[in-house]
T-cell receptor, first 116, second 112 residues
């Protein structure tokens, strides 16, 4: 079975500082994709960054970057120059092929507070 | 362009009742998925539809059903509501085979 674990229920960071959110996963699949989604109080899930498992290079999107360690099944998110608007729930998610569709498995989330 | 729209935004029902939730995907998106997010947890996959056909189903009882219409909008139906069905129901749309899911803001269902 596929599982995603986020061991940090809550995190806080000062504005302009850097914070790292942890995620580990377990799978026997070879082809899969990893995501970080952000869920602000508006409740809408917003894609932050995506990593294809077959790519060795870590994904980067502006202030957001990941540290993907495939052997360790670890996928952490680093937010640089944190902004007040980054305050949200952050979910790590794992996608794999299941028959004729793709399934998305989610962690429990990390609540991030950016303090002024 | 409009994003994924869901209606209603909030709903209160009592145990045993039936509920219908609606979702309109982004224009051009033919795939729609439904997720249940219980407070304090990550979303759980319920259904995926593509071109009006069910592509996948999560581990939910038969009280949960869905369908997709010719205009690619979708309905999620839940019969015989239980207290444990109280959750945020999220709809996501995507292009066929795409990795990027676009989510709506959800319907918050409270079962009393």
């Amino acid at each position: 079975a596929q599982t995603v674990t986020q061991s940090q229920p809550e995190m806080s960071v000062q504005e302009a500082e850097t914070v790292t959110l942890s995620c580990t996963y377990d799978t026997s699949e070879n082809n899969y994709y990893l995501f970080w989604y952000k869920q602000p109080p508006s409740r809408q899930m917003i894609l932050v960054i995506r990593q294809e498992a077959y790519k060795q290079q870590n994904a980067t999107e502006n202030r957001f970057s990941v540290n993907f360690q495939k052997a360790a099944k670890s996928f952490s998110l680093k937010i640089s120059d944190s902004q007040l608007g980054d305050t949200a729930m952050y979910f790590c998610a794992f996608m794999y092929n299941a028959g004729n569709n793709r399934k998305l498995i989610w962690g429990l989330g990390t609540s991030l507070a950016v303090n002024p | 362009d409009a994003g994924v729209t869901q209606s209603p935004t909030h709903l209160i029902k009592t145990r045993g009742q039936h509920v219908t939730l609606r979702c309109s995907p982004i224009s051009g998106h033919k795939s729609v998925s439904w997720y249940q997010q219980v407070l304090g947890q990550g979303p759980q996959f319920i259904f995926q539809y593509y071109e009006k056909e069910e592509r996948g189903r999560g581990n939910f009882p038969d009280r949960f059903s869905a369908r997709q219409f010719p205009n690619y909008s979708s309905e999620l139906n839940v019969n015989a509501l239980l207290l444990g069905d109280s959750a945020l129901y999220l709809c996501a749309s995507s292009l066929e085979g795409a990795l990027h899911l676009f989510f709506g803001s959800g319907t918050q269902l409270s079962v009393l």
